[in-house]
């Protein structure tokens, strides 16, 4: 049996991987000797849930104390940009949403509940999502096309009370800085020294190139369909750059503020032209283009000595593991599971909604994904570090008390909460 059949017949099967249950055991719930009743019914609900409610209207943050907000997340999704798939709409979206949810609860114990949309409009999500926020405890953005969806979440964030985290940007950024930094350990190569090309200006590529430059990278280059992007670059319409794969011509766009912040603070050299021309005598790869097989092994021979792949695209990786090797990658990371060193935001979105759950902060700045980022680098001592073990299994039991602990510990030292 292929994958495709087994992973069909399951779903199939299963018809849906979560399910609502109740905490509320049902042997007595509904017996009503006494003047009360021994059972709980009328405790659960009326007539005894309404001195709950009463209290709540008067101070609406003991709903975190009177009911599952403190635990519950929702997962929001307008199915325009799922995994490589592309825009196949809420519905396509669901099940992996779903699966989102399942480990969610197995790996931090929080409870997710996907809600797939058919809105599309900026305004329309925004509005969605803000209208919601008594009901949950947290808000996870994934899988909104870009720029959209950066714009959705910078206005989330500052005009929500609770915490909106976007998986593709934030969570991405952190395990692939984990997973660079131990790489960087382990070739003796220095931050400071390191030169990164990062292939796709998305939301993930947006965020990697961030948390990269918050950590003091000493160059970065990013790609998008057009090219490398640099100062300037948009300005001019009568010289568009070439695709990043080479194919097509794209005309010049309307000026993307994510792109013009990603030209004023990367490419000092401001290197024009495609990825065969980037990568050359470049130190790192990192791919979020959604495009299989956009690198090949002659563009890795033009890199410095052991270089450093991380093909992250999903299901199809800028290139394959082996053949990557075999054109001079010293280390090589994907984002699929069936590859050593499975650099994908599952490892660590679980346990970092966890600490936003139970430490109820806001938001996370790139200072405090970069202290998880070490946080979680640091689980692999230098004995078991290895070209093909760079970062910790994805139910690794020491991620989530050592991301919890790193967020706290962050903001307790800024003073942001107390102790």
Not at 26 to 41: A, C, H, Q, R, V
Not at 62 to 91: H, Q
Not at 126 to 151: M, Q, R, T, W, Y
Request: glycine share 6%; with cysteine; net charge positive.
């Amino acid at each position: 049996m292929t994958l495709k059949e087994d992973a069909l017949n399951l779903h199939r099967i299963l018809r849906g991987k979560i399910e609502i249950s109740s905490r509320i055991s049902s042997d007595n719930i509904f017996e009503t000797e006494g003047e009360y009743g021994k059972g709980t019914l009328s405790s659960i609900y009326t007539p005894g849930v309404a001195f709950v409610s009463e209290e709540i209207s008067k101070d609406r943050n003991l709903a975190y104390e009177y009911t599952s907000k403190w635990n519950t997340i929702a997962i929001v999704c307008d199915g325009t940009r799922v995994l490589g798939l592309g825009n196949i709409g809420p519905e396509g979206a669901l099940p992996v949403m779903e699966g989102k949810s399942v480990l969610f609860k197995t790996l931090a114990n929080v409870n997710a509940f996907p809600l797939c949309i058919s809105l599309r409009g900026k305004e329309e999500i925004i509005s969605f999502v803000k209208s919601i926020e008594p009901s949950f405890g947290a808000i996870n953005i994934e899988d909104i096309e870009s720029p959209k969806v950066l714009e959705i979440v910078e206005i989330l964030q500052r005009e929500m009370s609770i915490p909106v985290f976007h998986d593709d940007r934030h969570g991405t950024a952190v395990i692939t800085m984990a997973a660079l930094l131990n790489a960087l350990r382990l070739l003796n190569k220095r931050i400071e020294e390191t030169n990164v090309v990062i292939a796709g200006a998305g939301s993930a590529g947006y965020g990697i190139f961030k948390i990269l430059n918050k950590a003091r990278f000493k160059d970065i280059i990013v790609l998008d369909k057009r090219g490398a992007i640099y100062e300037g670059r948009d300005t001019n319409n009568n010289n568009p750059s070439p695709r990043v794969s080479n194919k097509a011509q794209y005309p010049v766009p309307k000026i993307n503020p994510f792109k013009k912040e990603i030209a004023l603070n990367s490419n000092k050299r401001k290197i024009k032209g495609d990825i065969t021309t980037a990568i050359k005598e470049a130190d790192v790869f990192i791919g979020t283009s959604g495009i299989g097989n956009l690198l090949d092994a002659n563009m890795i021979k033009t890199m410095n000595k052991n270089p450093i792949i991380f093909a992250l695209s999903n299901p199809a990786p800028e290139i394959l593991p082996l053949e990557a090797v075999r054109a001079g990658a010293a280390i090589v990371g994907t984002g699929r599971s069936d590859f050593p060193n499975q650099i994908n935001n599952a490892v660590v979105f679980p346990a970092i909604f966890r600490a936003l759950l139970d430490l109820r902060i806001k938001n996370l700045d790139e200072d405090i994904l970069i202290a998880v980022s070490k946080s979680i680098a640091d689980l692999i001592d230098i004995k078991h570090l290895s070209k093909t073990y760079i970062i910790p299994k994805i139910n690794d039991p020491r991620i989530l008390p050592v991301v919890t602990k790193s967020v706290k510990d962050y903001i307790v030292n800024r003073k942001l909460i107390n102790p």
